[in-house]
């Protein structure tokens, strides 16, 4: 069995306690002097052993607790040391500071017990009021510093209670923190792929027809629509790096694209997409004159059709990419069909991030996105993607 091994402070509380009765048992102060052990030399043996529980008060305070007690027991029977009564006292606060959980809340209970017990008993002996002065003194040595020791412990766990609440706030502070950031690059990669891949995709289809097609018109006219798309997504790709530079915030925030510009989108498709054989539609059936519908309900929709118009660019084959927009009290619908089959001519690379970041938008708002393909009752396939949003801006626990 291997001892445990003593605390630096703990030795040293031993050693003062036993240096201090020994003086005392020098010069003569002993407690009483009259006692049932009259030798001189009985007092050392529970001065001794209260000292080495002294120097166990912290590693092992239930053992030097019940030992203590018993030296204390033994002391009284001989003239009495006051250092062992003193160094007592410290070892009962240390068993409630130290001790295990259990023996913290029983001990200030015993003692108080004990001491209403001695209190008691004594009475009845002794029928006078020194019985209460001898219960008095007796509650100082037991209970009082299991009190002590008890209100330490306390605001010692309150302490360490609220530190690790501080640390848990903290923590979930920092991932909180760490999502924001996350999402937040989402969102900048969403705005940046759907603002600048319409002008890549055309750039990227009219360069591949003017390499592959020996024909001066032909390739004057796919230069020209080069040269209008690398300009503006050159603009789009100053105004997002202007506005993520900008850390003042005095700047006004760029507007962001509604519904209203679908006319001007599909113009741009239209020149983008003739030469692919490419024709666009646009059926508005929302009632005119209705609540506007949340700005962030607005952009996710003209996201949805302008990724939408950019995916068929690169994969449709030719034939009429229609958009439907319809609205009612609770819903946007927003539907956008393009000919599904091979096509003819160059096609566009793509990675299928246009429809993860749509599918993203639209779980944010709380709506249903879906998308591939569709039979007609002609046997026809058509590609369709299809997003219901909400008609009123939702909260992000509902």
Do not use: C
Request: proline share 6%; glycine share 8%; charged share 20%.
């Amino acid at each position: 069995m291997r001892l445990p091994r003593p605390h630096r402070d703990d030795l040293l509380i031993a050693l003062a306690g036993l240096v201090g009765g020994l003086i005392l048992w020098f010069f003569g102060l002993f407690v009483t002097g009259d006692r049932v052990v009259e030798a001189r030399w009985a007092t050392l043996v529970p001065l001794t052993v209260m000292s080495a529980m002294e120097a166990l008060r912290r590693t092992a305070p239930r053992t030097a607790l019940i030992v203590g007690t018993l030296a204390i027991t033994a002391d009284q029977f001989t003239n009495g040391n006051l250092a062992t009564v003193l160094m007592f006292t410290d070892v009962v606060y240390a068993s409630v500071v130290y001790g295990p959980p259990a023996s913290a809340r029983r001990i200030p209970y015993t003692t108080g017990l004990i001491t209403v017990g001695i209190t008691v008993g004594l009475l009845i002996w002794w029928q006078n009021a020194i019985a209460l002065l001898v219960g008095v003194l007796s509650g100082m040595i037991s209970f009082l510093p299991a009190v002590t020791g008890a209100i330490v412990r306390n605001h010692r766990e309150a302490a360490e209670a609220a530190r690790l609440r501080a640390e848990q706030t903290a923590l979930l502070a920092e991932m909180d923190r760490a999502q924001a950031v996350t999402a937040e690059r989402s969102r900048m990669a969403r705005e940046l792929h759907d603002m600048v891949a319409n002008h890549l995709s055309a750039i990227a289809i009219h360069s591949t027809a003017a390499l592959s097609l020996d024909d001066p018109a032909t390739t004057r006219q796919a230069l020209t629509v080069i040269r209008e798309n690398s300009v503006a997504g050159l603009a789009e790709m100053r105004r997002l790096i202007g506005l993520l530079r900008d850390s003042s915030g005095d700047a006004e925030p760029a507007a962001a694209p509604t519904l209203a510009g679908l006319e001007a989108l599909l113009a741009q498709a239209r020149t983008n997409g003739e030469s692919s054989g490419l024709g666009f539609a646009l059926e508005d059936t929302r009632p005119e004159g209705g609540h506007p519908l949340p700005a962030p309900v607005e952009l996710a929709a003209y996201r949805i059709v302008q990724e939408s118009l950019t995916n068929a660019l690169k994969h449709a084959a030719p034939g009429t990419v229609a958009v439907f927009l319809a609205r009612d009290a609770r819903a946007l619908t927003v539907r956008v069909t393009s000919p599904y089959g091979d096509r003819p001519g160059p096609r566009a690379p793509g990675s299928g991030a246009g429809l993860v970041g749509m599918r993203e938008r639209v779980a944010l708002l709380g709506g249903e996105f879906e998308a591939g393909p569709v039979s007609a009752d002609d046997g026809t396939k058509t590609w369709q993607v299809r997003a219901v949003l909400p008609a009123e801006e939702r909260t992000p626990d509902a």
